[in-house]
């Protein structure tokens, strides 16, 4: 796994619980955007969860452990989705997260071109509701997903979700939509 733009970052100091007030100069601590990228394996599966959880830990994210482990249930669904259906064509896929005062994105990008839509759940079927699942987490945290294209022809599907849901701000609607300050967008490679 490769480890681009993972750099270590100065990690905010205790506060009690509270997030650290922003410096009148730049961004908070925990803000920023890291992105590493991985093959399509069902290795890399596991493998990027461990990776967004310990970014999460490393960089004094304060999301609660609900939220965190949303997070981490959509990068798995997301990244076995990449695997399972762009490895043919994208060998390597890039797994990004961004981080802003208000709100936690993760996106997986491949260079298929095919978007997937959510599968409704229907009796008897046993798989294909990744994304369905993802929907629905995001939708309970008060966030927002999408699949957007890349410039090269692939596709990245992203999940934005607020770090505090009584006080952020509304999630951004769309790949074009203004983004509530600190939700960076996520851009092709």
């Not at 490769?2 to 009690?16: E, F, L, N």
């Not at 965190?68 to 043919?88: C, D, F, Q, R």
């Not at 999940?159 to 006080?167: F, N, V």
């Amino acid at each position: 796994m490769s480890d681009h733009g993972w750099g270590s970052r100065p990690r905010p100091q205790d506060t009690g619980g509270a997030p650290p007030e922003r410096p009148a100069d730049g961004p908070l601590p925990y803000e920023g955007v890291w992105r590493f990228t991985t093959q399509a394996v069902d290795a890399s599966v596991p493998q990027a969860r461990r990776a967004v959880r310990e970014l999460l830990g490393r960089q004094g994210v304060p999301a609660p452990d609900d939220l965190v482990h949303g997070l981490l249930v959509i990068v798995s669904e997301l990244v076995t989705n990449a695997v399972k259906h762009a490895a043919v064509i994208s060998p390597m896929l890039a797994v990004e997260v961004a981080v802003g005062p208000e709100w936690v994105r993760v996106s997986v990008e491949d260079e298929h071109p095919y978007k997937p839509t959510a599968l409704e759940a229907t009796s008897g079927q046993t798989g294909g509701r990744g994304l369905l699942l993802v929907r629905e987490i995001t939708a309970e945290a008060g966030g927002v997903c999408d699949v957007t294209s890349t410039a090269s022809g692939g596709k990245v599907i992203w999940a934005a979700l607020p770090l505090k849901p009584e006080t952020a701000t509304s999630p951004p609607t769309g790949p074009s939509a203004p983004l509530p300050r600190g939700a960076p967008r996520p851009g092709p490679s």
